[in-house]
Nanobody
Framework: QVQLVESGGGSVQAGGSLRLTCAAS????????MGWFRQAPGTEREGVAH???????RYAESVGGRFTLSIDNRKNTLYLQMNNLKPEDSAMYYC????????????????????WGQGTQVTVSS
């Protein structure tokens, strides 16, 4: 069982930055794929950024060049650095995990994941 706890959300103006944090317990093993999804009111949850157990990364087109994933295995923490934020980035952001085996590519589909955090709200004003 993997538990995920997000933090770092908040309110910023367009063009600003935020860094989301996802703390995993008991640890981020070499068989764990992770990712970030977001969901705005009235919309489906969409994938934002994902990292495979191989270290490969995949980003949604809408955030490419602005969002960056990083992982600190010593701290069992996944980060999402979000720069040049836009109002359309406003949503609840969820950290997700999946036991995917070693050397897996990044997984980008909602159904690929079975561990979820409680979410952290990001609001970007124009």
């Amino acid at each position: 069982q993997v538990q995920l706890v997000e933090s770092g959300g908040g309110s910023v103006q367009a063009g600003g930055s935020l860094r989301l944090t996802c703390a995993a317990s008991p640890y981020i093993g070499n068989d764990l794929c992770m990712g970030w999804f977001r969901q705005a009111p009235g919309t489906e949850r969409e994938g934002v950024a994902h990292i495979g157990s191989s270290g490969s990364r995949r980003y949604a087109e809408s955030v490419g060049g602005r969002f960056t994933l990083s992982i600190d295995n010593r701290k069992n923490t996944l980060y999402l650095q979000m720069n040049n934020l836009k109002p359309e980035d406003s949503a609840m952001y969820y950290c997700a995990g999946a036991k995917c085996g070693a050397w897996s590519r990044a997984l980008s589909q909602f159904d690929d994941y079975n561990y979820w955090g409680q979410g952290t709200q990001v609001t970007v004003s124009s």
